[in-house]
């Protein structure tokens, strides 16, 4: 470990300031805002089901983008919960079944979606991924990659030093990505080729930022140096 970038994040901030400082790095994703937004979603419901029901006639095929949130790709069908302001063209709790029949999507696209679920949500959302996808169809996942901020934790790469500069210590700069955000779990390449293969995908591989089988980049610079990358195809 670097001793010298260890003793930089003791000495800025106190930990007092740090804790002022919570609800900020926390973010909008507190629990009853979180509340707030699938209520909003179950109300709109009936319409969302016609909608969805339009958006099979798209020209195909039909590619899905999950848990869309700001980041909104055109060509795609971005899905995530009601919020006002927000582009997206639908809104759904992806804790239900999605509003698609089998085997009527060639791809799906999640970024940082799947830490905000605990692990038996995110099996249920799989199986639901793979029974909608055609056969061939691609699914391609990104999350906070376990493995990487580890070894940021031992001070062998500068990730926390990247994303979350500052905290009084390593150690609750590395819990940030546990227990902030929203976050309910966490996945290195095992985990997550663990789940994706008890979903019912038998070809799950590690995938590299703005490469893999889907022919445009979907990937989010920002989010480049610490996010996992896989591909599973049905």
Known sequence: ??????KALVR???LEDYVARIPTLKGEQSWLRVFAQRAATTALLP???RKARRLLHR???LKLHIGCG???LVGWINIDLARPGRKQDLSWDLRRRLPFPDCAVAAIFAEH???HLDVATSLRLLKECRRILVPGGVLRIGVPDLERYIHSYLGEVPLIEVYRPGRPTRGIAFGEIFFFYGH???YDFETLKLILQEAGFTAVERSAF???RLATSLDSEDRRLETLYVEAVK
């Open 59 to 61: 020209e195909q095929p």
């Open 70 to 72: 700001r980041h909104y």
């Open 184 to 186: 309910r779990s966490m």
């Open 113 to 115: 979606l799947f830490e």
């Open 12 to 14: 800025s901030p106190k």
């Open 47 to 49: 319409l969302e089901l």
């Open 210 to 212: 703005g490469e893999g």
């Open 1 to 6: 470990m670097s001793t010298e970038r260890n």
